[in-house]
T-cell receptor
Framework: GDSVTQMEGPVTLSEEACLTI???????????LFWYVQYPGEGLQLLLK?????DKGSNKGFEATYRKETTSFHLEKGSVQVSDSAVYFC???????????FGSGTKLNVKP | DARVTQTPRHKVTEMGQEVTMRCQPI?????VFWYRQTMMQGLELLAY????????DSGMPKDRFSAEMPDATLATLKIQPSEPRDSAVYFC?????????????FGEGSWLTVV
């Protein structure tokens, strides 16, 4: 069945460092791919998405490119801030929107 | 600013009591998901509805959990009787299948503690 695998955390970085959180997926057909972010005590918020191969989603300095050849959707940011500290979830929606699959989440800690 | 609304935000209850959590999906969304989040299990899909009909509730313990959508503006998740192991954050999310891709939006969650 469809699934999402993302790198284990926590990831600890200094402010202004580069961030990459790896995400790979398994799916039949043509899924849509997402990154959600969860701040402490809050629900998950949509960060960015991509709906077809080679699409790049971007928001708030974060980017991810839908790579069908490597079945990946890695999250990147060139310079992280303390305020980016949160848990990041990679997710996949099957083509029929019958299921929404989440990765296990990666906690990011950014130190001043 | 459209949002998914969940009530209650926080609930502390005694073991054996009935708990009902409510969700108002975003107007126009036809798909509603219920998730449970714990430190140990992460995000678990409990049930989801399309056009108010249950499509999959295989993730839900059937003996004590039930989920319904009495109308398009209300989804409910009920636990009866509650147990300490049900302590978790319960999230409702709603979405639609559109040209810009299938996207779901989460509420703030209902934080349940069963003592």
């Amino acid at each position: 069945g469809d699934s999402v695998t993302q790198m284990e955390g926590p990831v600890t970085l200094s402010e202004e460092a580069c961030l990459t959180i790896n995400c790979t997926y398994t799916a039949t057909g043509y899924p849509s791919l997402f990154w959600y972010v969860q701040y402490p005590g809050e629900g998950l918020q949509l960060l960015l998405k991509a709906t077809k191969a080679d699409d790049k989603g971007s928001n708030k300095g974060f980017e991810a490119t839908y790579r069908k050849e490597t079945t990946s959707f890695h999250l990147e940011k060139g310079s992280v801030q303390v305020s980016d500290s949160a848990v990041y979830f990679c997710a996949l929606s099957d083509a029929g929107f019958n299921k929404f699959y989440f990765g296990s989440g990666t906690k990011l800690n950014v130190k001043p | 600013d459209a949002r998914v609304t969940q009530t209650p935000r926080h609930k502390v209850t005694e073991m054996g009591q009935e708990v009902t959590m409510r969700c108002q999906p975003i107007l126009g969304h036809n798909t509603v998901f219920w998730y449970r989040q714990t430190m140990m299990q992460g995000l678990e899909l409990l049930a989801y509805f399309r056009n108010r009909a249950p499509l999959d509730d295989s993730g839900m313990p059937k003996d004590r959990f039930s989920a319904e959508m009495p109308d398009a503006t209300l989804a409910t998740l009920k636990i009866q009787p509650s147990e300490p192991r049900d302590s978790a954050v319960y999230f409702c999310a709603s979405g639609f299948q559109g040209a810009s891709g299938n996207t779901i939006y989460f509420g703030e969650g209902s934080w349940l503690t069963v003592v």
